[in-house]
């Protein structure tokens, strides 16, 4: 069975020493009290029930799946979720973050970006449960009447009730303009809801006394394409004007999906006959409140592969220690064993060594971005709201597609250093690997990223947020340049940051010819500037590493050796990822169809 082990030292190291987040949060009003311990205590107490409580009922959750019963419509998920569940509520964890009007501790966002990464690392498949119900929290917040945050908010703070969104239908996944559920005006503002949703996570399930559905459908006279769309809020229950539940609303699983991974998650499909609910935000407007609650699954997928990562690299170090085979090309390193542990083979190193980097440098980056997504929701500076809001939404889609290809990479390469015993379920490294697959696709696929990232937030204004980022890192390497010690990792960072600026120009004049050459480079690009960051990070992190090498904690040498790797055996990715998008759009068109 697996085991998994918080990874607090590191998660302190990015907060406190490489970004200092306290010094931070403490100019923001709403954290002006928030401190060192405080941080460190609640991650710890995280840990524990993310280690103690949800990671020993990952492997059984998985092979037990849940189970649906077609004639009450039912889910039950596996054994001791609901149970897990209700110890979660207790714990406060679902209000860690949360506003205090409704109910909420109001702590940093970052901090329970932290919570996250432990929870998934744990037990993705529970942890999604509660994570769909902090998105629809937030888009009631951003978006939602007095009235709705008044009958919602406190209970999805508190945990009692849990959210959902249902957005993708049969006919239609990410091209929501093609949706088809209808929304009929009732006399007493309400709306009749019907149509069919699917792949609904976490969409039915026994752990709460009522589900809040956030629904994408169309009002009778909305114009065609994504421009009609309205968002309504569905409960599972009617809830009565005293704020207790009524009848049931017509809002059924009526099938459950046989997944490859997160078999533990109840992804459904949703019917409804004629629902009842309530309009969240402006008609035809539904896509906009819809996009907070995307934005930030987009953040929690990058996390969910984060955690995967994690916890596949810890284990593999354990077999790779405990495992032997063989012996050294360079002569026996342990003579008195039959063989030596694998750990000792250069390849066995490299497999190690990607899942680590890639761990520590989503970190780093994930915890950057939700210390600017606090920055863009707590500041009293409308200035500095709006640039932190802008690169949020420029390094979203890295932290999407990035952090999941990367995760997606990581543990292949853990499950391979199992070798055949990786295959078996009780390693759980077959799992990680499935449940990791799926992080890809949902919350938009990761060429949706690209495209938005590549399209929308660098092209769309010439660069110039992408231009903003690139000034922190021009800052550092001017900085930094001049230090001798540092210059293996400053002389790469400066050289990928002058192609980055290169290649973004190439591309789009080459876009403004044809715009399909946009399509053509974008997911190439993205890991290109996917690579930057990490190596704007890295290069933060090794200098750190170096001036606290003399300490004698063994944490900077270590870190110090992952920084080394991933410029050395990384980093140099770039170039064939370059080369690729140079080549343009007439390799992948010149092929007739017919010829397929």
């Known amino acids: 069975m697996p085991q998994y082990n918080p990874p607090l030292r590191d998660m302190q190291f990015v907060m406190h020493e490489l970004l200092n987040v306290v010094d931070e949060l403490k100019l923001l009003p709403a954290h002006a009290d928030i401190d060192v311990d405080t941080i460190n205590a609640v991650l710890e107490e995280g840990g524990k029930f993310a280690s103690q409580v949800i990671a020993p009922l990952n492997l059984s959750g998985d092979a037990e799946g849940c189970q649906l019963d077609k004639s009450t419509h039912e889910v039950t998920p596996p054994k001791g979720f609901k149970e897990a569940y209700k110890q979660y509520v207790e714990g406060g964890w679902p209000a860690l973050s949360c506003d205090p009007e409704f109910g909420g ?68 996944g990410t091209d929501l303009g093609m949706l088809r559920s209808k929304a009929e005006p009732q006399a007493d503002g309400t709306y009749k809801i019907t149509g069919s949703k699917i792949f609904i996570s976490a969409g039915e399930h026994d752990m709460v006394e009522n589900i809040v559905h956030l629904v994408l459908a169309r009002l009778p006279d909305a114009p065609a394409g994504s421009k009609g769309i309205s968002l309504f809020v569905v409960p599972k229950f009617k809830v009565n004007a005293d704020g207790s539940l009524g009848e049931r609303n017509p809002v059924f699983c009526t099938g459950l999906e046989h997944k490859m991974g997160i078999h533990a998650n109840s992804t459904c499909q949703i019917t409804l006959e004629g629902a009842v609910g309530t309009l969240v935000g402006q008609p035809n407007k539904g896509l906009a409140a819809m996009f907070v609650m995307m934005n930030a699954a987009r953040l929690g997928v990058g996390n969910q592969s984060l955690g995967l990562t994690e916890v596949a690299y810890q284990n593999a170090v354990a077999y790779a220690k405990d495992r032997i085979q063989m012996r050294a090309l360079s002569g026996p390193k342990s003579p008195d064993l039959p063989a030596d542990p694998i750990i000792v083979h250069p390849d066995v190193r490299k497999m190690l060594l990607t899942a680590r980097a890639y761990a520590e440098g989503g970190r780093a980056l994930a915890t950057y971005v939700a210390l600017q997504l606090d920055k863009a929701l707590a500041s009293d500076d409308e200035d500095e709201r709006k640039e932190c809001e802008a690169e949020v939404a420029l390094l979203t889609p890295i932290i999407k597609a990035f952090i999941t290809d990367n995760g997606w990479i990581a543990t292949s390469h853990c499950m391979q250093v199992f070798g055949g015993h990786g295959f078996i379920h009780e390693s759980g490294m077959e799992q990680f690997v499935r449940d990791a697959r799926i992080n890809m696709i949902y919350e938009g ?96 992190m090794a200098k750190i590493a170096l001036e606290k090498q003399g300490s004698g904690d063994k944490f900077y040498t270590a870190k110090l050796a992952t920084a080394r790797f991933y410029f050395a055996k990384l980093l140099p990715e770039t170039a064939g990822l370059i080369r690729s998008c140079r080549a343009g759009l007439t390799p992948l068109m010149e092929m007739d169809e017919a010829l397929f």
């Not at 037990?123 to 009958?151: F, V």
């Not at 930094?480 to 002389?491: K, P, S």
């Not at 960051?533 to 290069?539: G, I, R, S």
């Open 105 to 172: 501790q109001g702590l940093p966002l970052m901090i329970n970006q932290g919570l996250y990464e432990m929870m998934n690392s744990a037990n993705q498949a529970w942890t999604m449960y509660p994570g769909l119900s902090h998105g629809a929290y937030e888009a009631l917040h951003a978006h939602g009447t007095p009235e709705q945050k008044a009958t919602y908010l406190p209970k999805l703070t508190s945990g009692e009730w849990t959210g959902t969104m249902c957005l993708t239908e049969p006919h239609c």
């Open 445 to 540: 696929t990761n060429t949706i990223q690209s495209l938005d990232l590549l399209g929308r937030k660098v092209l769309a204004n010439n660069g110039a947020t992408l231009k903003k980022f690139g000034k922190k890192i021009a800052a550092f390497v001017e900085e930094e340049g001049v230090v001798e010690a540092m210059q293996e990792f400053v002389n790469p960072l400066a050289d990928i940051g002058d192609k980055v600026t290169k290649l973004t120009t190439e591309i789009g004049m080459k876009a403004f010819q044809n715009p399909d050459e946009v399509g053509a480079a974008a997911v190439d690009y993205l890991r290109v500037v996917g690579h930057l960051t990490f190596a704007y990070f890295f290069a933060r």
